[in-house]
Structures are given as C-alpha cells and as structure tokens.
C-alpha cells in the first residue's frame, strides 16, 4: 500500500496523518482565537488526535489491551482538566467579566 | 468508509476553528467527536469508539456547551490590540508543522511497513481483554486515576464556589 493508497483506504499512515492534521487545527485553535472556550475546545481536540494515534498504533502492532488503558487515562485526566479549566474560566469571568484570554493579561485585579 | 470519518472529523474540526459563534462551534466539536468514534470502529476497537461518545460527546462537550452559554458568550469579544505579527507567525508554525509532519509520515518507510505486516493480523479489541489489562497489570494507576477525579471534582467546586 503506498502513501496515498494509505490516506484513502485506511492504512497506518492514513490514521496517522488525520491524528497531525487533527493535532494541528487544535494547536491553530488555541493559538487563534482569543476565546478561552475556543481555546479549550481546542486542547481537546490535540488530546483526540493523540488518542487517534495512540489507537492506530495499537490495531496496527496486533490488537494490544495496553493501550486501550492508556487511552483510559487519558480520557480521565481529559474530563479532569475539562472540569478545572471550565472552573478556571467562570472563575476569570467572575472577576473580570470576560472571557478573552488576551484581556486577562496582568495578575492583579 | 474510512475517508468518510476522517472528512466528518476534519471538517467538523475546521469548522470548530472557523466558526464565529461559540455554540455553534461547539457543535463542531461534537460532530468531530462523532467521526473519530468512527475512526475507532473502523480500527477494530467499539469499546473506544462508545467511550468517545459517552465521556466527549456526553460529558465533556455538554459540560462546554453548559458553560457558554452560562456566561453568555456567543460571540467572540472585540479585539484589544490586534496582534497581528503573532496570529500570522502561529499561522505559519500550525502549517509548517502540519505539512512537514505529513511529509515525514508518508516518507516513513518503518511506517510502510508496520501498516503493511499489521493489516495482516486484524484482531478486534473486546471489553474483557481491557478489563485484563486494566485490573490485572495497571490496578494501581486505575485508582490513582480514581483520586484524580476526586481531587479535580474538589478543585472545581472549590474554584467556582464565591465565598468559601
């Protein structure tokens, strides 16, 4: 299977390059927009993207049960971080009634 | 099917990168999370594709969703400055990073190959097998997940409580 027979059909490198183009429309999330839900939304789709390749890797090395448990914690510290960084951006929006990362620029109130 | 997924995953991705309004954004999310329990269906394993669904989808993204629109934040807020030498660099970082990484994975020959001898021996992941491995090799790391859990549930209510 060549490379682009790959990207077509589904092999290895097929599910790799849509986990690196998954990775990078995270990493343009976070780095362009200013909404920090925006941003958020974004680190969730980087840690997806590891999942996708973390997973193709398994299928393609025969089915290892391994990294099914590492995709298991990653999920829990995904839904950890969901539930301290949504906390986090109630928190700013509380004291300084936004949610754009860009006017959160100094500590002090 | 499986540029099927990955299309719907992609294009629910740009269009969560594109969107103007947050929760419609956020609905992008949701279709993406969808094309890549796709993705992990096609990959022989449904245990990852239903946790997709049940903790991003279910969990994750209604929690996001919940938020938005607690804060009423529909639209993006006006720009302070516009920072423009900044978006066009991380512009070029993002793209740079994504051509060249795609270059170099299809250039792999050691990929070529693991992609070609692994098609060969397609076994699909089952409930039990993850369960052996999860309590059998890794029982400590499940409970320290465990208290991770409990420790950021704590955090959150801590963080989002006004006087405590």
Same mark, same amino acid.
């Given at each position: %299977?060549?490379? %682009?027979?790959?990207i077509l ?9 849509v986990?690196l ?10 780095? =362009? ?34 990294? %099914?448990?590492?995709? =298991? ?12 960084? =949504?906390? =986090? ?21 | 099917m499986? @540029? ?17 309004n ?37 969990? @994750? ?43 170099? *994975? $299809?250039?792999? +020959? ?19 097998? *993850?369960?052996? +491995? $999860? ?18 549930? @704590?955090?959150?209510? +801590?963080?989002?409580?006004?006087? $405590?």
């Amino acid at each position: %299977m060549t490379g %682009m027979d790959a990207i077509l059909q589904g092999g290895l490198q097929g599910y790799l390059v849509v986990a690196l183009l998954l990775f990078s429309i995270g990493l343009a999330a976070v780095l =362009l927009r200013r909404t920090l839900l925006m941003q958020f939304m974004g680190v969730e789709l980087m840690l997806n993207a590891a999942n996708v390749a973390l997973l193709a890797f398994a299928r393609f090395r025969g089915g290892d049960a391994q990294a %099914m448990v590492f995709y =298991l914690f990653i999920i829990a510290v995904a839904a950890c971080e969901a539930a301290v960084g =949504l906390a =986090l951006v109630i928190g700013l929006y509380r004291h300084r009634d936004t949610t754009d990362s860009d006017r959160a620029a100094s500590l002090k109130q | 099917m499986f @540029i099927t997924f990955a299309l719907i995953t992609l294009l629910g991705a740009l269009g969560m990168l594109l969107q103007k309004n947050i929760i419609v954004a956020g609905l992008f999310m949701v279709v993406a999370f969808f094309g890549v329990a796709g993705l992990f269906v096609l990959l022989g394993n449904p245990v990852a594709a239903a946790l997709q669904i049940i903790v991003y989808t279910g969990a @994750i993204m209604v929690l996001v969703l919940f938020v938005i629109m607690m804060l009423n934040s529909h639209e993006e807020e006006k720009a302070q400055a516009p920072r423009s030498i900044q978006r066009w660099v991380s512009l070029v970082v993002v793209a740079a990073l994504a051509v060249g990484s795609v270059k170099l *994975v $299809l250039a792999s +020959a050691g990929l070529k190959a693991l992609g070609i001898s692994g098609a060969a021996m397609p076994q699909a992941m089952t409930l039990q097998k *993850v369960g052996m +491995a $999860l309590f059998a090799d890794h029982l400590l790391g499940f409970e320290v997940a465990g208290l991770l859990l409990l420790a950021a549930m @704590i955090g959150a209510v +801590a963080l989002t409580k006004r006087n $405590l």
